[in-house]
Structure formats: structure tokens, C-alpha cells
């Protein structure tokens, strides 16, 4: 049926449009989504299709004559995009973009469908629905009507939907096909602990019946009180395992736990089965599909429904930290709480650091693109192959160069680790990109201090997020060899690593989400120890981070403290060596640069705590983020403002600074990073582009006279840029030009009135000059011309190419 939405519409994402469009383009579809520019919505299975309409700038309306008055700065944009998969999609526009990616105005009717689904109307209505149709698109559009008359300030906050993150295997089937397969006995038995009446109704009958009382959370959750303890805690175990697990992997984490003697196993799975709570079914093996391997894809494995894991909504167990000294420690730990928005701030600054370096030889990192499959080559190895036939894998190949780092540290006093970490994801989001034309030089995205500092930041925060989650490369896989393990992988007889383009890429992102997942579900605004944490995570998946290694006889890649001795993460000794390092650097470091987690270390740099802020609980689950009112006013932001000489200004890279940023962002010119602040010049091009855009520069001058009034002093910096400020205002004119236009122009007043009310003067004017001088429509001047000769009028034509001024 055609409203049944399908999957591939259902999945879609925002990260999905970013990697379609890129984030520049993405952004501002969104922006267009934002203003109600898209409307004349429809779906037609995976097809979407509407019109987006924008405004031109003004400098785009040439011939103002041959446009009508009403339809001046309007452009209508009707686009059609079909989804195919996550990765391949057909996109229709007038706009004309040559590119393979999408267009903003493709883009604008993807937020549109995430944003608000039920105003797409099906385009083929089911027989005997058209009235019902025609009414759902009326209350649509009140409602559409209804939002846009709110203010943007007074809407209420939109939560985004929790990222997706299904770990391990899934079943094949639907949980009504699981049940199907299940005895008619088996049922009964299941029915009767739901108190679902059993008489009369057949298989089929009894397995609806069963999803239906699954699907009443209450219910569920009284069924699982009836649980023994052991059965309660593996029940718990599966669920904070991501649902579905293997017979191999099942027993490993009944004995690590432990939940009982190994024989007790049967029997714990038997109850937890008897009450719908658990099944045994085909499991679809996604790893083995991705890694392209050959033979059979299904598992016999236990899953744990979805219906029963949202009803239970099971939290990881923490353990507590107290941040008080003890006796045996003597010192307070370093508590280093981080800022919800700092990254895009620090981004910002990387960015603009950056804009115009020359790149050299070493910088060759750009030409792969940011693409997951793309960030390793199988290239032979320049090392001798060891006695176990293996060589070290080489770093990640968006490795920044140690000259491009050197420039970065010189104004910004950031960490090495971090830099490389902002200076990744800005070119996995191509804000910072090589020049368009060819030219050796790294370029940034003229409008990146709105996309990270602007309204919509937040939207930034996630879509950047979900784009490091999901695409970046194994750099915190390589960045173990700081703690003195050795990465290495399998070779040929040639010295050619036998990994596939893209495996530890894809094997490292699976680490981040199962991490997160995880994470997800811990308690937010709560110390946790991270001793106690480690724990837990090697209790209920060790192979975390190789879990694609052990689908093979012999794995791939591994890590290593002494040559030919690979650590193996089942067990503890050796996880401890390796899997707790990766863990405790991702919390303390990307985690925490994200605003995720602030930490607790020990005086010597240990991770002793951490704990989730509110942004995890929006990032991880879409819950409510409150933030704070953005403070227009230019005079309590002054401190943010330091003026160095006649034209430079330096500007505090944050949010709350924004107001003030985006001031400078239009009136005068970027001129990169100095002392951790953004850099500005105010030149007489950059003030004279503003003008031409349509921006005044009242709030400027009185941000800068406000300033002055401490300052008695004539002569100063900050005298000397008002006055000439000033003074190139008051040199600044306003021309407009006006091409193939016809002018009328009458004796007096007096006539031009009456043309106006016996002819359709009215209908043809565009601009009047003066009272009696007008600017006509070129298309219409032969009828108006024809109207005077009928009324006995001869008016002087001059027929010639005409150009006018104003």
C-alpha cells in the first residue's frame, strides 16, 4: 500500500543528507526548511517531491522591467529526490547544479521529511480516500500556518531522534514470525503469563495476541518481577549487550559475570523463554556480509525482542565515585568539566588558522577525500616482514603533517591529539577543503563561523557528531602505540598487508558505537568509576574492539607489546594491557572534546572517573538540551572585543560572543587566528561589500563609540578606526542600475495622474523616479502606447537602447 512508508525513507537520517550534499550545502537546506520555504509536499513510495521557494539577492534581478513587481525576489525551485538506499539516491532540480551530490534545495525537502513527515501527501490516494485527503492536507497546512506564525524564539525545542545503534547480530524475521515458530503448547504457555485467554484461538491467533500484550510496557515489566535474581541479571546482561548474541558468546558472558555454575545455563534460558522474554531464532551475521566473506551468513543465536528492551529500559550498573580525598591517595583529583559548545569554538579557530596555508608534499592526506573506504591503501610495506610473516600497519592517511600541526600550535595552544582530532573531522565535513581551483592552498567555507557559532549550532553539534561516529578513520585504533602497543597486520610473500581497504576503519567506527550505545545507557550527571566501568565493559563484550577478527581462523590485524605475542582480549590480563587504554582515551579524549563527559584524573594523568553531561543524554537519546538564551546585547559583549591597531580586531572565538562575531563576520574581513581570538580587518572593500549586501553599519559605530567613551585620549587605536569608519560611511552612495527599461515622462503631475486613471499605467509601472518621470515594463509599453493613440494622444517615442541611473 502506498502509506506504508518504506525502510529506506524510515532510515533516513541527517547524517545521511550531510554525506549526500556535504555540510555547507546541507546547512543551508536545512535553513530553508527552518523558514518554511518548502511547501506542496508528496511521497510516492520512495519518491519525495515539492517546491522550495527562496529568495533571489538582489543582485541576481537584472532586467528589473521584464520581471513582475510581486515576483521580483522570488525564485520557485519544484524538486524531486528518490531515495534507493543509504548511499544512492536520483535528485531532480531547476537550479542546475552539475554535481553529483545534492543540491540545498534537494536537501531542504530531506529535513522537510524528517522534520515533518505528515505533511507529505501521497501522491496515488487509496480508492474512497479523497475526502479524507483533502482534509488531512487542510489541517496540514493550518498547522504549517500555525507554526509559522510563532516566533522562532517562542517554539518549543525538537528533540532529535536517538542515534541509531544496533549492535551484533539481528534476527531474520519479524518477532510474529519468531512466534510462529514457536509450538502451539509453547504459546499456551507464554499466553498464560500475560493472562492472555487461550480458548479457541488458533497459532496465528495466540502469536498476535502475545505481540499485542509485549507491546504494553506495564505488563511486560509485572512478567519480569515473577524472574528469579540469575535470570533477571543475564536478562539485563542481553539487553546492555544489544539484544542478540550467539551461543559461543552467550556462555563466555555467563561464566564472566558469573550468573551461576554452567549447567544452571539451560535452565535460565528455558524460563526466560517461557516468558517471552527471550528466543531462540536465525540470526542475520552483518560483520560476515560486510567483510565479504564467504559460506553461510546465519547464526542460531538469542534474541532479546524490542518490545521487552524498551519496556525494561535496563541502565548500566555503575559504581559511584566520591571525589573527596582518601587516606591512601592524600590528593584531590583534577576535575576538568568541559563546555557544551566548546569544540565548535575551537574548530572554528583551527579552521580559520589554517585558511590560505600552502600545503607541500607531505600534505598529500587531502587527496584521499575523507572517504572511510578510501583511508587505507593496500600498499606494500617498507618494513621487513617478521617471523610471524606480518608488518606494522602505517598511520591513518588523514594524518595531518607535523609542519601543518607546527602552524596550528603557533596560535592556538591546543594538544597535539586534539588538533589532529578537529583538524580530521573539519575535512571529513569539507569546512576546510582544498582550493576549488586547483591551487595548493587549504580554503575554508566562507560561512563557517554561522555553521559552528550561529542559531543553529546545536544542529551542527549533532550532524558532526553522527559524521565522526560513523565515518572517520582508525586514528584512536593508531594512537595506542602512545601507550607502547604495537599495531600490526597479516602479509603476503610481497610485504603487501592482506587487509581490505576501509577494514580497520569500519572495525574502529563498530567500537565507537558499541562504546556509545552503551554509554547511552548509563545514568547522566553521576560520577562513575572508571575502574569499576572497565570492568563491567570486559565482562560483557572483551572482543569490543576485534570483533570481526574472530570470524577468522587466524585474525588479520592485532595488538601487541612484544613481537610475535598478539594480546588476546578474552582474556583479562592481556585486556587490561590493550582494550582499557582505547577505552580510557576515548572517554578523556573525544568524549570529552565533544562536551559528552567531564573527567576526574589522578596527579599523574590517570582516568579515575568520569561523568556524562545533559549534551550526552541529547546527543545518545534525544533528550531535552536546555540552553540559554542568546544576549544581543552589543555593549555587555564588549569585553569580547580588543582593537589592535587603525584595522585589526581581535574577537573571542564562543558562542555567547556570537552576536558580536557574526557583526564582524559582515562588515569586515577575516584575517585568521591571533592569541586564541578570531582575527578581523576592517578594510574599505570588506565595508563596501557589506553596504552592497544590504547590511547597516549603525550598530557597528555605536558598538565602537560605546567602546571609545572611556577613552578621553585622542589618537588611540580605537579613535582612530571610528573616525575613519565614519568617515568612509558618509563617502559611500547608493546607485541603482537599470538596463533595457522604457521611461515615461510627462509634462506635470497633473497629466501623469490622468494617464493613471484612464489608461493602465498602473499595471506597467516598476519604479517611479519622480512624480512625473516613471520606469515601465518593456513588455507592456505597446499596449500602453496603443491606449494613448486610441484616446488622440501622440506622446514622443525615442526608440533606443536606454540606461538609466538612481
Known amino acids: 500500500m502506498e502509506n506504508v512508508v518504506p525502510g529506506t525513507l524510515q532510515r533516513l537520517r541527517a547524517a545521511d543528507i550531510i554525506r549526500m550534499a556535504g555540510l555547507a550545502v546541507a546547512s543551508l537546506g536545512q535553513e530553508y526548511c527552518r523558514t518554511g520555504a518548502v511547501h506542496s509536499t508528496q511521497r510516492q513510495g520512495t519518491r519525495l517531491s515539492g517546491v522550495v521557494e527562496v529568495l533571489r539577492p538582489a543582485s541576481v534581478v537584472g532586467g528589473v522591467a521584464d520581471v513582475p513587481a510581486a515576483e521580483t525576489n522570488q525564485r520557485h525551485y519544484p524538486v524531486e529526490v528518490e531515495i534507493q538506499s543509504a548511499s544512492a539516491w536520483v535528485s531532480t532540480c531547476p537550479c542546475g547544479q552539475n554535481t553529483p551530490a545534492l543540491c540545498a534545495h534537494a536537501a531542504a525537502l530531506l529535513y522537510q521529511w524528517l522534520a515533518r513527515p505528515a505533511s507529505f501527501l501521497s501522491s496515488v490516494p487509496p480508492s474512497g480516500s479523497e475526502g479524507v485527503s483533502a482534509q488531512q492536507?487542510?489541517?496540514?497546512?493550518?498547522?504549517?500556518?500555525?507554526?509559522d506564525a510563532i516566533p522562532k524564539s517562542a517554539r518549543p525545542f525538537a528533540s532529535p531522534k536517538p542515534l541509531l545503534m544496533q549492535r551484533g547480530p539481528t534476527p531474520l524475521g519479524s518477532l510474529i514470525d519468531i512466534l510462529t515458530q514457536l509450538g502451539l503448547s509453547e504459546l499456551r504457555g507464554i499466553a498464560r503469563e500475560y493472562e492472555v485467554a487461550t480458548n479457541s484461538m488458533n497459532k496465528q491467533q495466540l502469536a498476535e495476541a502475545i505481540q499485542q500484550a509485549l507491546s504494553q510496557p506495564e505488563l511486560v515489566r509485572r512478567v519480569a518481577t515473577t524472574l528469579e535474581k540469575s535470570q533477571r541479571q543475564l536478562l539485563a546482561a542481553l539487553t546492555l549487550a544489544g539484544g542478540s548474541i550467539t551461543d559461543d558468546d552467550l556462555r563466555g558472558?555467563?561464566?564472566?559475570?558469573?550468573?551461576?555454575?554452567?549447567?544452571q545455563l539451560q535452565s535460565t534460558l528455558l524460563a526466560l523463554q517461557g516468558k517471552a522474554m527471550l528466543f531462540r531464532t536465525s540470526l542475520n551475521s552483518a560483520p560476515q556480509q560486510r567483510i565479504g566473506l564467504s559460506g553461510s551468513?546465519?547464526?542460531?543465536?538469542?534474541?532479546?525482542?524490542?518490545?521487552?528492551?524498551?519496556?525494561?529500559?535496563?541502565?548500566?550498573?555503575?559504581?559511584?565515585?566520591?571525589?573527596?580525598?582518601?587516606?591512601?591517595?592524600?590528593?584531590?583529583?583534577?576535575?576538568?568539566?568541559?563546555?557544551?559548545?566548546?569544540?565548535?569554538?575551537?574548530?572554528?579557530?583551527?579552521a580559520r588558522s589554517?585558511?590560505?596555508?600552502?600545503?607541500?608534499?607531505?600534505?598529500?592526506?587531502?587527496?584521499?577525500?575523507?572517504?572511510?573506504?578510501?583511508?587505507?591503501?593496500?600498499?606494500?610495506?617498507?618494513s621487513m616482514l617478521s617471523v610471524d610473516g606480518s608488518v606494522p600497519i602505517p598511520p591513518p592517511a588523514d594524518t595531518p603533517s607535523e609542519a601543518l600541526l607546527a602552524l596550528v600550535q603557533s596560535s592556538i595552544k591546543r594538544p597535539s591529539t586534539f588538533l589532529r582530532f578537529a583538524i580530521r573531522l573539519l575535512h571529513l565535513a569539507d569546512i576546510l577543503h582544498k582550493d576549488d581551483g586547483g591551487a595548493p592552498y587549504l580554503r575554508v567555507l566562507p560561512n563557517a563561523a554561522q555553521l559552528l557559532l550561529g542559531p543553529a549550532r546545536l544542529d551542527a553539534v549533532r550532524d558532526l557528531f553522527e559524521l565522526w561516529l560513523t565515518q572517520s578513520s582508525y586514528a584512536e585504533l593508531f594512537s595506542l602505540q602512545d601507550e607502547g602497543l604495537r599495531l600490526r597486520c597479516r602479509a603476503t610473500s610481497l610485504n603487501i598487508p592482506v587487509l581490505r581497504p576501509g577494514?580497520?576503519?569500519?572495525?574502529?567506527?563498530?567500537?565507537?558505537?558499541?562504546?556509545?550505545?552503551?554509554?547511552a545507557q548509563a545514568p547522566l550527571n553521576q560520577w562513575i568509576s572508571f575502574t569499576a566501568f572497565a570492568r563491567f565493559v570486559y565482562r560483557l563484550n572483551p572482543a569490543f574492539l576485534q570483533k570481526r577478527q574472530r570470524l577468522f581462523s587466524s585474525p588479520h590485524w592485532w595488538l601487541e607489546q612484544e613481537e610475535g605475542r598478539p594480546l588476546r582480549p578474552l582474556q583479562l590480563s592481556d585486556w587490561l594491557r590493550a582494550e582499557i587504554y582505547y577505552l580510557a582515551r576515548f572517554l578523556y579524549g573525544p568524549l570529552h572534546w565533544w562536551g559528552a563527559c567531564d573527567i576526574a584524573l589522578s596527579r599523574d594523568g590517570r582516568l579515575l572517573a568520569f561523568r556524562l553531561t545533559p549534551l550526552a543524554g541529547w546527543l545518545f537519546n534525544g533528550l531535552e538540551l536546555d540552553e540559554e538564551p542568546v544576549v544581543h546585547n552589543y555593549h555587555t559583549l564588549s569585553n569580547s572585543l580588543e582593537i589592535v591597531d587603525n584595522e585589526a580586531l581581535l574577537v573571542t572565538c564562543s558562542p555567547v560572543a556570537w552576536p558580536l562575531i557574526e557583526l564582524m563576520e559582515n562588515f569586515t574581513e577575516a584575517a585568521g587566528v591571533s592569541q586564541g581570538r578570531l582575527r578581523y580587518r576592517l578594510t574599505p572593500k570588506a565595508l563596501g561589500e557589506a553596504l552592497s549586501r544590504g547590511h547597516r553599519?549603525?550598530?557597528?559605530?555605536?558598538?565602537?563609540?560605546?567602546?571609545?567613551?572611556?577613552?578621553?585620549?585622542?589618537?588611540s587605536p580605537l579613535a582612530n578606526m571610528l573616525e575613519q569608519l565614519e568617515r568612509w560611511i558618509a563617502s559611500y552612495g547608493r546607485v541603482r542600475i537599470y538596463t533595457g527599461i522604457t521611461l515615461l515622462e510627462t509634462a506635470d503631475a497633473m497629466v501623469m495622474r490622468e494617464l493613471?486613471?484612464?489608461?493602465?499605467?498602473?499595471?506597467?509601472?516598476v519604479q517611479t523616479i519622480h512624480p512625473t518621470l516613471h520606469i515601465l515594463k518593456k513588455p507592456g509599453t505597446e499596449r500602453f502606447l496603443d491606449d494613448l493613440k486610441r484616446r488622440g494622444q501622440s506622446p514622443l517615442v525615442h526608440d533606443e537602447e536606454l540606461y538609466g541611473t538612481e
Do not use: C, K
Open 137 to 147: 492536507h487542510t489541517a496540514t497546512e493550518e498547522s504549517v500556518q500555525e507554526r
Open 697 to 715: 553599519p549603525t550598530v557597528l559605530v555605536e558598538l565602537l563609540r560605546s567602546i571609545a567613551e572611556p577613552h578621553t585620549a585622542g589618537g
Open 297 to 350: 551468513l546465519l547464526d542460531i543465536g538469542w534474541y532479546v525482542p524490542t518490545e521487552v528492551r524498551a519496556a525494561l529500559r535496563v541502565m548500566v550498573p555503575i559504581t559511584p565515585f566520591n571525589l573527596q580525598p582518601d587516606d591512601d591517595s592524600g590528593g584531590v583529583p583534577l576535575v576538568e568539566q568541559t563546555q557544551t559548545y566548546s569544540l565548535l569554538a575551537d574548530l572554528l579557530l583551527v
Open 756 to 765: 493613471s486613471a484612464t489608461t493602465s499605467l498602473e499595471e506597467q509601472i
Open 253 to 263: 558472558l555467563f561464566e564472566r559475570f558469573p550468573l551461576g555454575q554452567p549447567n
Open 354 to 382: 589554517l585558511d590560505g596555508y600552502r600545503l607541500s608534499h607531505d600534505d598529500e592526506w587531502l587527496e584521499h577525500g575523507g572517504h572511510v573506504a578510501d583511508s587505507y591503501a593496500l600498499a606494500r610495506s617498507n
Open 503 to 519: 577494514e580497520l576503519d569500519a572495525e574502529n567506527s563498530e567500537a565507537r558505537l558499541s562504546l556509545v550505545a552503551l554509554l
